[in-house]
């Protein structure tokens, strides 16, 4: 079964910890953590304040995804700061020192993660394969939350998914970026096993139907539609 991992950016930051209560009894797997430099990405979001004080609240799992330029200078700070998993981006650093950046991470008893970007190949994240735990597939232009899914990732995916079947690797492939019901089945059909979630989880008052939703427990109307015009039997 697919991980749900609702994205708190989408949500409302007067209410944090209201907010984190209604997605964890909703049955969000994960939660994911999204920080931005204004240099990797346009645009700034959460740092390690907010990090510490969502630790000393909940005990659900800290997915941390820097969209930072030169991580390797913060992965160890975000580790004690509560992550659970820190995911690096491939192309915020040399492969030297994204390379140095996973391994920080393990090191510091915490799973590691590297994000490719949607005009990044798939075969990028080849050199990092046995220094990570999770490779993160945007399915946006990382930077913005509330963007529509590239279906044209789909193919990277599949290709991941095989890539690490035929090794018999031991990690995870995430998506992240407009993923809602529709979109959802797309990707876990491509072979995600986790689904990062912001605006379609948190837009509605009713966060377990969104959930169960996306991992596909419990139809909506959409699925009745299909994908794009086709019956659901051919989507
Ligand atoms: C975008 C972030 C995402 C974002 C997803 O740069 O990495 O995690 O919150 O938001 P939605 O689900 O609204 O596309
Ligand atoms: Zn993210």
Same mark, same amino acid.
């Given at each position: 079964m697919v991980k749900i991992a609702p994205s708190i950016?989408?949500?409302d930051f007067a209410r944090l910890g209201a907010e984190i209560d209604s997605v964890r009894e909703g049955g969000a797997d994960w939660l994911h953590f999204d920080v931005m430099?204004?240099?990797?990405?346009p645009n700034l979001s959460l740092g390690f304040p907010i990090l510490e004080a969502v630790r000393n609240y909940t005990d659900l799992f800290l997915d941390v995804h820097l969209m930072i330029r030169e991580p390797g200078r913060y992965v160890r700070r975000f580790c004690e700061s509560g992550a659970d998993l820190v995911t690096v981006h491939?192309?915020?650093?040399?492969e030297g020192g994204i390379r140095s950046a996973l391994r920080e991470i393990r090191s510091a008893g915490k799973k590691a993660g590297l994000a490719l970007k949607?005009?990044?190949?798939?075969?990028?994240a080849l050199p990092f394969i046995e220094d990570v735990d999770l490779i993160l597939v945007m399915?946006?232009?990382? !930077?913005? #939350?509330g963007q529509s899914f590239m279906a044209n990732m789909l193919p990277k995916l599949g290709l991941l998914r095989e890539t690490l079947d035929e090794f018999g690797l031991d990690c995870l492939l995430e998506v992240d970026g407009g993923i809602n019901s529709l979109t959802a089945s797309l990707a876990a059909a491509s072979g995600a096993q986790v689904l990062v979630a912001g605006s379609d989880v948190f837009r509605e008052a009713d966060r377990k139907s969104r959930i169960e939703q996306l991992r596909g427990t419990k139809k909506d109307d959409a699925d009745q539609e !299909?994908? #794009?015009?086709?019956p659901p039997e051919e989507a």
């Open positions: 950016l989408a949500a430099d204004g240099l990797f990405v491939a192309e915020a650093d040399t949607p005009g990044t190949a798939w075969d990028a399915t946006v232009e990382p !930077g913005f #939350g !299909g994908v #794009g015009g086709l």
